[in-house]
């Protein structure tokens, strides 16, 4: 693999999103959003795993036990046990039911914070309402799913510094396209001094989903211009690789040294697709850079 970007899986994935990087299992997971699946890559044997939710599921962190995940979904955080059958449904328990501020809407992006809180925001599924209904949510045990930004259309790109001291928040909605960063209190979870780290409608693409490596840099994906931007803490773009396809959607490092960059990427319907056909594909690049270890959900 190379910068250049190497298919792993045409999956034809209607919305590729969330992808982590098992460390243990050396397994690449990620979720097909509309068809409601959890998705699982292995990197010694190339075989692929498929499970079905009860709901369409949109984000996800590693559980607290071997065989667990965490996820936001449509009616609120679950916990995903995978010990079916490939192809089989997903046990899942809710940890707790969101208040959604309107109709028709679901959880989004999300993650953990390098201390094992849960993090995801929600959205309007119909963009073309561009409605500001979409909130940040925080999940821990003890003080539950917890609503703490809001005003959002579409949030996306949570990231987390190395030092887990920043704390980075996009809005993808063609409207919007800014990146933002906050000073983050590792101690109490909490986000402060909201600052525009990239106004992205001067660069090509929508920011999507994101990752950081371990230099403290942002990658996110430009949704609509076939491009993952790197960042440096700073806010000044460091490099664009290129995808083949439109719609990157969110990015991850793995592998056995943390030093692929996997990419996920969304199949749009109704779209002529002629220029290209690996639309919703898993995709590989070697950026020369490595990444971190997500963090699991510790607060479940």
């Not at 996820?71 to 679950?78: L, N």
């Amino acid at each position: 693999m190379t910068a250049n970007a190497e298919l792993l899986l045409d999956c034809r994935n209607a919305t590729g999103e969330s992808p982590v990087w098992h460390v243990a299992e050396q397994a690449l997971y990620w979720v097909d959003i509309p068809a409601r699946k959890l998705c699982r890559w292995q990197a010694a044997s190339a075989q692929v795993t498929t499970w079905l939710a009860s709901e369409m599921l949109a984000c996800i962190a590693q559980g607290a036990s071997a065989g667990t995940w965490v996820a936001g979904m449509e009616s609120g955080v679950f916990e995903l046990q995978t010990q079916t059958q490939a192809g089989g449904q997903l046990r899942s328990q809710l940890l707790e039911k969101v208040t959604h501020a309107s109709a028709g809407m679901r959880f989004n992006d999300g993650r953990c914070d390098r201390q094992g809180r849960f993090w995801a925001g929600t959205m309007v599924m119909n963009m073309g309402l561009a409605s500001t209904s979409g909130a940040l949510y925080r999940y821990e045990q003890i003080s539950g799913l917890q609503k703490m930004l809001e005003g959002f259309i579409t949030p996306n790109g949570l990231g987390f510094s190395p030092d887990g001291r920043t704390m980075y928040l996009s809005d993808s909605h063609p409207s919007m396209q800014v990146i933002w960063a906050f000073d983050y209190d590792t101690a109490t979870g909490t986000p402060s001094k909201r600052r525009v780290f990239v106004d992205m409608k001067t660069l090509p693409g929508r920011p999507d989903g994101a990752a950081v490596d371990e230099d403290g840099c942002y990658w996110i994906c430009g949704n609509d211009a076939g491009l993952i931007h790197r960042f440096t803490p700073d806010g000044k773009l460091d490099r664009s690789l290129a995808v083949p396809v439109k719609k990157p959607a969110m990015c991850a490092f793995g592998g056995a040294g943390l030093d692929t960059l996997f990419v996920t990427s969304i199949r749009p319907d109704g779209v002529d697709l002629s220029d290209q056909p690996l639309a919703g594909g898993l995709f590989a690049l070697r950026p020369g850079v490595r990444g971190l270890p997500e963090a699991a959900c510790l607060h479940q």
